[in-house]
């Protein structure tokens, strides 16, 4: 996920088109946005719905989940604006909903109130990250680190840009016939002692 403090306007990005009519950016700032992203199964629900929308059925059976659990959830995104029934279907007396996100990316902006949900949003997307990690192969390892280091204002900018611009060849490097392969990363200002 990415913060939005200073996104660059004029940049064109390509992503991969959904099978579902979204916008391309969202830029989501609200309490009520920032909550609902921080959990992980609403998390998981987001990411499901990137390239494909799917009915509560679907995303119930992908995610191993009573119906009436997914569809609760489903409701507090659609309820938050980031998520929407992009199709139905009838299924003999039963009008069945296609859920889409209302965006293809989002990004993050927040006031001071909002820092903890951004916190929550993080670590939601660092943790299904992390449960998608296929053992290490000895011919192709996975590539992780943590690291700290002392930062100028200006350096911390760049770096920023940086992997803006690393996650964006990213997802336009997507390829149908491709393996699946996950990119996280972040750059953030440490708590004071931490």
Known sequence: M???AKYDEQRVITLPSPDY?????????????????????RSRIVGLLRDRAASTTELAAKLGLPKGTV?????????????????TRQVRAVTE????????????????????????IAAAA???AAEEMLPLREDE???FGVVTA????????RLTRRLKK?????????????????????LYRRAPGA
């Open 2 to 4: 990415v913060d939005s």
């Open 126 to 128: 660092f943790r299904r």
């Open 71 to 87: 569809g609760h959830h489903v409701k507090v995104l659609e309820k938050a604006g980031l998520v929407r029934v992009v199709r």
């Open 141 to 143: 390892p996975t590539t």
């Open 166 to 186: 690393l996650i964006d060849d990213f997802r336009a490097a997507d390829s149908a016939d491709g393996e699946a392969y996950g990119l996280a990363g972040a």
């Open 21 to 41: 009519e979204a916008d391309d950016v969202l830029v989501v700032s609200e309490p009520e946005q920032l909550r609902a992203l921080g959990d992980d199964l």
């Open 97 to 120: 909903k296609y859920y889409g996100r209302t965006a293809r990316l989002f990004l993050f902006k927040t006031s001071g109130d909002g820092a903890e949900d951004v916190r929550n």
């Open 150 to 157: 002392r930062l100028a204002h200006a350096d911390a900018r």
